[in-house]
């Protein structure tokens, strides 16, 4: 018999907030994340704007002395995992401090896993050693660049702060990535290797080498105005703003979290993985893939596409992916396609790469919990086969039972989450 998978725990650090609350807060207002880069001069570059995360003070939660050698796009997921965590009630603090290595009340530490995704991981570091041995020779490149740099840190160093002794790995498949770590999360609690794990997605690209190679493929926005950057399903839209940021989940095994009195956001009940096998950047003719892989969750959720409120979007205001995406979703849902909400909040936080799936997962679980459908900000007017109701500008108030997250990545491999209203 399949177990049942809350979700107990939420936890995020995008750039609209440092916290679910203060994110979730923005995302429901509308509020725009992106500005002008500043991490590094854009004189020489077409793109001027991103989506950066703001006063980000990681100290705050984590070690100092260690932070040195963590790479930001790990500082990221472990700052929305000790949210998150501490969120779920399975780590106690020591005198109101976070303290680390602290057993999983009332779980085996190997029935806890942790799977978080990056599509690229250390790419700061990358460049920043790279330099430093041209500059200065290969004696000079620190000891700690491989651990910092490679894509599986993040979930490693989760695991070593906490204990957590199950499953740990990294699924990197690009964009859909941070939807897969919570896909399979799910699949490994369902079918009972691990009563409670740690799952989502990080990214931190904003750099001169990921700007550059993004832009030159003309993936990106050369828009300079933050609010006409990022705008999904809009007929002026040319490209997706780079954003940065970490969301990250706590799932367990249902009647363990009732048993235990954790507060239940929300339950997942549906997973659908699969790939387009088609091209190396573009998605499939009409969005076929894309399509599949919303019936492959559909179906496992046991559910019918009839049962489905709202679309949180791939959404990422790039020419292709949001016609090939409206047209999945119509493959899909037929007639009813039009009295769906489908809306994309990458128009505030930019485009998260392996950290989107993440982030978007807690936009979907809030949502289910408030009743709110999030906004596309931004989006004016659509094209003629852009009919759907992508919530432009102002997010509703709505009745919600089921909320479908969609990811599609570079490569084609797409992932499909499904959320369903706690009860």
């Given amino acids: 018999m399949k177990r049942r998978v809350a979700i107990t725990g939420l936890g995020t650090v995008n750039p609209t907030g440092n916290s679910v609350a203060e994110s979730w ?7 725009i994340g992106i500005g002008e880069i500043t991490t590094f001069d854009t004189t020489d570059f077409k793109t001027k704007v991103a989506a950066e ?6 100290a705050s939660r984590l070690d100092k002395k260690e932070l040195r050698h963590i790479a930001r796009y790990t500082q990221l997921a472990m700052y929305a995992a000790e949210e998150a965590i501490q ?8 005198d109101g401090e976070y303290t680390f290595n602290t057993p999983v009340s009332e779980i085996p530490a190997d029935r806890c896993g942790v799977i978080v995704s990056s599509g690229i991981g250390g790419l700061d570091i990358i460049e920043q050693q790279h330099s430093r041995m041209v500059e200065k020779g290969n004696n000079l490149v620190s000891p700690f660049f491989v651990p910092m740099a490679i894509t599986n840190m993040a979930a490693a160093r989760i695991a070593i702060s906490h204990g957590f002794k199950g499953m740990c790995t990294c699924p990197v498949t690009a964009c859909a990535g941070g939807s897969n770590a919570i896909g399979d999360s799910f699949l490994r609690i369902r079918d009972g290797y691990e009563d409670v794990m740690i799952c989502g997605g ?34 002026d839209r040319n490209g997706f703003v780079m954003g940065e940021g970490s969301g990250i989940l706590v799932l367990e095994e249902y009647e363990h979290a009732v048993n235990r009195g954790a507060h239940i956001y929300a339950e997942i009940v549906g997973y659908g993985s699969n790939c387009d096998a088609y091209h190396i950047t573009s998605p499939s003719p009409n969005g076929e893939g894309g399509a599949a892989c919303m019936k492959l969750a559909i179906k496992d959720a046991g559910i019918t596409e009839g049962d489905i409120d709202y ?30 909400y489908v809306s994309s909040t990458k128009s505030m936080t930019g485009h998260l790469l392996g950290g989107a799936g993440g982030v978007e997962a807690v936009f979907s679980v809030k949502a289910l919990e408030d009743g709110f459908v999030p ?3 931004g989006l004016e007017e659509t094209e ?4 759907l109701n992508y919530v432009p500008k102002k997010g509703v108030e709505a009745n919600l039972k089921y909320v479908l997250s ?5 490569g084609g491999h797409n992932a499909c989450l499904i959320f369903k209203k706690a009860e």
């Fill in 202 to 235: 990080t990214e931190s690209t904003i750099t001169p080498l990921g700007i550059a190679g993004f832009q030159n493929m003309k993936a990106l926005s050369d828009s300079t105005d933050p609010a006409r950057a990022s705008i999904p399903f809009d007929k």
């Fill in 406 to 410: 969609n990811s599609l990545g570079f």
């Fill in 384 to 387: 003629p086969e852009m009919d």
């Fill in 87 to 94: 969120d779920a009630g399975l780590c106690k603090p020591s």
């Fill in 311 to 340: 679309i949180n979007a791939h959404g990422t205001s790039t020419s292709l992916n949001d016609k090939y995406e409206t047209a999945a979703i119509k493959t899909v849902f037929g007639e009813k396609a039009k009295d769906l």
């Fill in 53 to 58: 995360v703001k006063n980000f003070e990681p």
């Fill in 25 to 31: 807060e923005s995302i429901k207002n509308g509020k």
């Fill in 375 to 377: 906004p596309t900000a």
